[in-house]
């Protein structure tokens, strides 16, 4: 079965704590337990991971590469608008990385406009919460 990695980066294991009226209620536990049952509809296994630092995500980009993953998606948290480490790595892994979010980071201050996880993305799903990630799923599983 084809494994899809979704990586979570900084402060995302805070959610359901803060900000609910920005993030949700959900546990990033919730959503990826709603992921795995989605993933078994789908056919394909998932591997959820989090960390609060940034090359640990490029590390885990590369595992991804390594281990033939079908897809990345990426919720990069902040340095979605600061590392260009990241986007150098989803350039080089040749695996398709779809970014998400759960705001809409095109809404809200402008230093958050920038993406450049976006400029190596193949697509993104932003703004629609915790659904962010499963119709991100979804069109990971039709790559
Ligand atoms: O909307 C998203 O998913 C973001 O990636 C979330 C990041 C933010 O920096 C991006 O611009 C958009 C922040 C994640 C922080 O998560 C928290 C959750 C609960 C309480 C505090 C922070």
Known sequence: MQTIF???G??????GT??????GSDTL???????????????VEIDVRQTNHEGVLV?????????????????????THTSIALLDAIKA???????VHLS??????????????GM????EVKGLGPRSYSVALEKAAAL
Not at 18 to 23: D, K, L, M, T
Request: aromatic content about 6%; charged content about 25%; overall charge negative.
């Open 59 to 79: 590390d885990w980009l590369h595992e991804a590469r390594e281990v033939g993953a079908k897809a990345v998606l990426l919720n990069a948290g902040a340095y």
């Open 18 to 23: 803060r900000e609910p009226e920005i993030y």
């Open 29 to 43: 536990d919730d959503i990826a337990q709603a992921l795995h049952e989605q993933a078994k509809g789908l056919g």
């Open 120 to 123: 190596g993305a193949v697509d």
């Open 6 to 8: 979704v990586l979570n």
């Open 93 to 99: 892994i040749g695996v398709p990385v779809i970014e």
């Open 10 to 15: 900084p402060n995302l294991n805070l959610l």
């Open 104 to 117: 809409d980071p095109s809404k809200r201050e402008e230093f958050r406009h920038i993406s450049y996880v």
